[in-house]
């Protein structure tokens, strides 16, 4: 059976969780196990410590709540990655847990996780979506360029304030769907 990582960047249940679900549970009718993550929620989350440790221990030596996360994203074939624009950025608690994909290269630098899997990037924004597209655009050269992803689908959505703004739109939940059917 597929398994599908969730990786929920905001600390509320908002437009990018709203996203992110419903490409999951389109990927979950289909079958797909399906494992969500609220960064948000973790503990005990450290930043990559920049120790360099993966480099020889093949994985990450850093024991925390992300530990398992780093674990399942290694077994899944599919990942979802969602996070709302923070000042142009992804949020705080998203690269928590990208800095840590360092660990998914080895010493050589090349990737020691399976290429082939499956991306589907969510970013939303609450004005236009200049910035929130070069979010998107980074995590996708990140995914594909660095761990051989195939990209599945790319959903970036501006004036996304309200929290329901996402999951009451129509057009934007079949959007979701549709990446989910891919996964
Ligand atoms: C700390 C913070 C910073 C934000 N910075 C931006 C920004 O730079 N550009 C923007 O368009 N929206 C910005 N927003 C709005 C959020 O990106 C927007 O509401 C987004 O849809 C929130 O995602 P969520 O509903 O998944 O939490 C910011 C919101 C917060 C709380």
New binding site residues.
Partial sequence: MASTVVLL????K?????IAMAIANEAKAKGNTIIEYRINQLKNAKGCQSCYGCKKAGKCVVKDDITQVLDDIRAADSIIF????????P?AQFRLVQDRFFSFLGGDFKPNIAAGKKAAIVV?????ID??NKVADEIEGMAKNFFGMQIAGKMV??N??A?D??TSDAAIMAEAKAIGQKL
Avoid: D, I
């Fill in positions: 960047g905001s600390p509320r908002g437009n990018s969780e709203g969602a996070t709302p624009l923070y000042f142009g950025q949020s939303t924004c609450g004005s236009g910035g929130a959505k501006g996304m304030m929290p703004a996402a």
